[in-house]
């Protein structure tokens, strides 16, 4: 059973920051690469940023490239997002997965699954 839960989602004006969490409740997240996605109404899910098994390596969508930094823990089991200067358009819901295949950081429409429930980011004008 591999199963993700995220959490600090919540409302902010533009400029504001949050920090999310993926936390690994049911198994070591220490063996897996995280993905962090986002789904605004009507859209796709589109990847935002993703982490290496160890922390070393990283890699970001270009629309949030110098304000998100993605993060883990290991022996919290748990990954995390950093977001400051939220803009309007980063409004969405929030989840993290895990790689479907080893040793990469792509972030395209199937290279993560295992979702978690997601949390909602709404980031007000």
């Known amino acids: 059973q591999l199963k993700l839960v995220e959490s600090g989602g919540g409302l902010v004006q533009a400029g504001g920051s949050l920090t999310l969490s993926c936390v690994a409740s049911t198994f070591n997240l220490e063996y897996y690469g995280v993905g962090w996605y986002r789904q605004a109404p009507g859209k796709e899910r589109e990847g935002v940023a993703s982490i290496s098994i160890n922390g070393g390596s990283t890699n970001y969508a270009d629309s949030v490239k110098d304000r998100f930094t993605v993060s883990r823990d290991n022996t919290k089991n748990t990954a995390y997002l950093q977001m400051n200067s939220l803009k309007p358009e980063d409004t969405g819901v929030y989840y993290c997965?895990?790689?479907?295949?080893?040793?990469?950081?792509?972030?395209?429409?199937?290279?993560?699954?295992?979702w978690g429930p997601g949390t909602q980011v709404t980031v007000s004008s």
């Open positions: 997965g895990l790689p479907v295949l080893s040793d990469h950081l792509r972030l395209g429409r199937y290279d993560y699954d295992h």
